[in-house]
């Protein structure tokens, strides 16, 4: 998606004036607005988060303040399309720069989902496949599954949602992050191997046949987050082999080998409770984005907390949304100009709250 560019005025700010306009700014704006911060923001940006949270507790808040007119969210587009999809039609969603998108959500457009979805219907009754995708995805491949009788899921509840999915299909499809659906399996009893296929999207017929779409339960997309993906078992390994009885705590979207390597899987949410939780004394080697991990090291200086990957991985996406960001939007609201709104076309957005509804109904 295209940003345009800053204000020149704007982008010249030395960070303490940046600091101070955005205050007057959040203060002028009082309750009409809220500001959501993911986990993975920036120090700069999150202090600003009036909630901060994971993907799912992001979607829950941006649906429970239906008095606030405008809702800033400090993350990444699928998010903020969701959180579109979740409020009111008088809320305004505000996205601070256009171009923080997903690498994973990328990797799987309505147009492979829906030709993936032809093809496997010349080998298979898709009556009982049902589509799962991972929010980490585009408001038009959650509608896609909304019509398609499936549901959303994070990396907190995909294990309940697989579940839902098996129980009520022969077969799941799940996109567009590989892992999650892999690990998330595995978690249930499936085979990574004997029940799971990987769909390419990019070679023909997915590079798979026919027979093999009939006997497997798992059809997983080819998709992956780059930042995740840089997790290895040679580097909890390393850690194991400095810090002896060190916990490895990862995000599922690692590759399955890590997530088996580690101690503990679970979303960023899980992760800071557990690690908020741990005695002190006790030794983390984090696999997850290193904004986040350098922020529990910070806020728990009684505790050894350290990224697993030695050489630093930001989220490169996340990273865009800069403080001058931030005032922009906000200025820009105090001037009566709305700028960087996210708006799901309504079609689009009935259709891919039924997907969301069903995950959030899920108890
Ligand atoms: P969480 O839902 O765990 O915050 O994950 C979102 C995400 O994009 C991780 O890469
Ligand atoms: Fe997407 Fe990976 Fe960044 Fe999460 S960490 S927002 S999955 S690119």
Redesign the pocket.
């Known amino acids: 998606m295209l940003q345009k560019p800053l204000p020149i005025e704007i982008s010249r700010l030395n960070p303490e004036d940046t600091d101070d306009r955005i205050k007057d700014a959040r203060h002028t704006l009082r309750e009409d607005l809220i500001i959501l911060g993911?986990?993975?923001q920036r120090d700069e940006i999150i202090k600003w988060a009036d909630y901060r949270g994971?993907?799912?507790r992001l979607s829950h808040l941006a649906a429970a303040h239906p008095e606030a007119k405008y809702i800033v969210f400090c993350g990444?587009h699928f998010m903020a399309e969701s959180a579109d999809i979740l409020t009111t039609s008088d809320q305004v969603v505000i996205l601070p720069n256009m171009s923080a998108g997903?690498s994973m959500a990328d990797m799987a457009n309505i147009a492979q989902v829906e030709d993936c979805w032809a093809t496997l219907s010349t080998a298979t009754d898709m009556s009982k496949v049902i589509p799962i995708t991972y929010?980490?995805s585009t408001a038009a491949l959650k509608a896609f599954v909304g019509r398609h009788e499936g549901a959303c899921c994070?990396?907190?509840n995909a294990k309940r949602v697989v579940q839902w999915a098996l129980e009520r299909g022969d077969k799941l499809l799940f996109f567009p992050d590989q892992h999650l659906g892999r690990n998330t399996a595995v978690e249930l009893g499936l085979h990574p191997e004997k029940d799971m296929l990987l769909w390419d999207p990019h070679k023909r017929f997915g590079s798979v046949s026919p027979e093999e779409i009939r006997a497997k339960r798992v059809l997983l997309w080819k998709g992956h987050?780059s930042?995740?993906g840089r997790f290895t078992t040679d580097q909890i390994a390393q850690a194991r082999a400095n810090y002896p009885g060190v916990n490895v705590i990862v995000?599922p979207?690692c590759p399955l080998d890590v997530v088996e390597a580690s101690d503990q899987n679970g979303?960023?949410?899980y992760i800071i409770r557990a690690i908020s939780k741990a005695s002190p004394g006790s030794v983390w080697a984090v696999g997850t984005?290193v904004n986040l991990v350098n922020r529990l090291a910070h806020e728990h200086p009684d505790k050894t907390i350290f990224c697993l990957d030695p050489v630093v991985c930001p989220?490169s996406t996340m990273y865009r949304v800069h403080p001058h960001y931030l005032l922009w939007v906000l200025e820009s609201l105090v001037g009566g100009e709305i700028v960087n709104q996210v708006s799901v076309p309504i079609d689009i957005a009935a259709d891919a709250r039924l997907a969301l509804d069903r995950m959030l109904l899920m108890k």
């Open positions: 993911h986990h993975y994971d993907s799912l990444v997903c929010v980490n994070t990396s907190s987050c930042v995740h995000h979207e979303s960023t949410e984005e989220c």
